[in-house]
């Protein structure tokens, strides 16, 4: 089996990063983590990947006059690994449509909501303002609109009586660690398929009769 070579591009702590490195240690795993790239030298996701020994580099952007030429060195470096796939996970910089069209069905992101409800930051406290009672988190494919772009999988969670933003959050980034590990390894494995707005997913299937209901009286 040759492991497919993925780049993780974080701006912060970095625990769905190393849920993902996490996955990729099993030797069964068809994709391996090459390199973690960070937009901020303070990352704490960066002192992770170093301690599993994963190669990794700092573009600091604030460094380059355009997103242009960031996105010049971040190409370089993913070249240089010889990069076959990018996860963002909680990378908080826009990638100009011509970054995202160049890995067009090989950019991966995940997103703290069930799309399309919720784009954007926040989501936790919108959903609770909201007064939904199902939340959730998303990975899907990147396309150059914010949070939009072919779903892959999504996890539902309760939102509980009671429940605040850090609840709810991490209630949502234990699902988070769950699934992004999951899609991509479906990507690496070839078995997602694009079709317009929709992800066709080779060999899946679910429990048609299996639903969340929340709440529980
Ligand atoms: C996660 O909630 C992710 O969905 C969002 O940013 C957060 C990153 O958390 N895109 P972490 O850095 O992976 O811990």
Redesign the pocket.
Known sequence: MTRKRVAIL??????????LIEAASARNYPAEIALVVSNRAAA??LELANSRSIATATIDHVAYKSREQFEAELTKQLSAAKIEIIC?????RILTASFVKQWEGRLL????SLLPAFKGIDTHVRALDAGVKVHG?SVHFVVPELDSGPIVMQAAVPVLEGDDEEEL?MR??AA?HRIYSEALRLLAEGKLTIEGERVVVAGANGDPDRALVSPRI
């Open positions: 974080i701006s912060g702590r970095g625990s769905n990063m190393a849920a704490k996701g963002l996970a909680g990378f908080m992101n995940i997103h703290p988190c959050a949502v980034l988070e």
